[in-house]
């Protein structure tokens, strides 16, 4: 059997290497290559530099060969390099849930000559979705065994139980079928995640939950006037009080007077985490998430939704934190200080989709956040399982209370999972003209600059 690698030649063409079958030049022309566009490769071992040659290309023809080609389709799939299937009758792996079609280009073995003017043919916005899909495809389902025998029971389950199975639209699009849980919902529109791809648009208003813990003491302390800022909000729907404290719930007559639904409800476990359950007095998709003594006004409120609702599939708030690796202690370090970047954003003033506490990934992070009692940073739990950074938005203040308890709960969290689920993210989002110079009445939100 012959087994080939294509490269580049100074002259304008591409020869073909043959282990077995010596070497042969055929008619690919450095001007259609685009760097080193098109690889072909069965046997790399003889190849010094496979990994970076790879890497800098863009197409890679699998042939027919020992194990179907299967070790090299991985290869190319974790290197972004577009597969070019030319093997005929080929059943690709999970492509009972996987549109490879996405991902790759299914040639026909016959018709070897075509090859060159199918690759030619792909146009630069197809080849960077081809691109993004091989390393979603191969982060979520093929980077390490656990992922790979999680997908076959998953798909084993769907066989099973196949009322309630994903859909390909599921399993195809970002974060992937083995989060998007058919306990929840099979119906993609249920998913924030797909709202674009179905052109769905998010909630129109939300539901505020208050965390409480210390007692109401009067109608000039801080939570009543939370409560009536928030209320004040056009996209406010209703007010949730989880009442966490020792103390008895206060009368009705001690609350103050709101245009919208006030619900106080009192915890039956009085932890932390409490606040993301799915409590049934949430009527609303989307969720503002508050601790008692956040200090926010009724514009903040309106931008903050206004920002989450372009990107619902994220959390959106004001507090922001990061995270940094400590050579000299060999630990993660928790840090407010002002930099470029940050990695998780509080839910002390923060909006994310109610759908998300029904996640069995993050039950899990927020019962293990019950023993530690300091896990507040949600966005740890969202980029765990979606990949995707929180939304930051003007930023509001900085409490350096509890930093070495919550930096120990950080390395005990990661250590947990055995790795680092935080990512860096560098957004933030201003209103219009925010702190431009000019008339104050050109502005929508004109109050947050005053803060």
Known sequence: MCYYCLYSTPQNSVRVHNN??????I?????????????????????????ELLHNSTFCLVPRGRRLGSFRFLEALQAACIPVILSNGWELPFSEVIDWRKA????????????PSITR???????????????????????????????TLEIIQDRVDSLISRNRLLWNSLPGGLYALPQYSTDAAQFPFYYALLGKSPSQQFTTVIHLVTPLQSQISPVVKLIIAVAKSKFCAQIVVLWNCDKPLPPRNKWPSTSVP??????QTKTMSSRFFPHDAIITDAVLSLDEDSVLSTNEVDFAFTVWQSFPERIVGYPARSHYWDSSRSRWGYTSKWTNEYSMVLTGAAIYLSMCTLNKSLKMCFLFADCIMLIQSYSLTLSLFSHMKGSKVSSRWADPDHFAQRQSCMNAFSHWLGFMPLVHSQMRLDPVLFRDQVSILRKKYRDIERL
């Open 104 to 115: 790759a280009i299914i040639g026909d073995e016959r018709l070897l000559l075509q090859v």
């Open 27 to 51: 008619p690919f022309y450095r001007k259609d290559l685009r760097q080193n566009q098109v690889v072909m490769f069965h046997n790399t071992d003889q190849i010094k530099n496979c990994p």
């Open 20 to 25: 077995n079958c010596g070497e042969e030049e």
């Open 121 to 151: 043919s792909v146009g630069h916005d197809r080849i960077l979705a081809l691109r993004q899909q091989t390393q979603f495809l191969w982060d979520a389902y093929f980077s390490s065994i656990a992922k790979i025998v999680l997908t």
């Open 262 to 267: 006030l619900t106080v409800i009192e915890g």
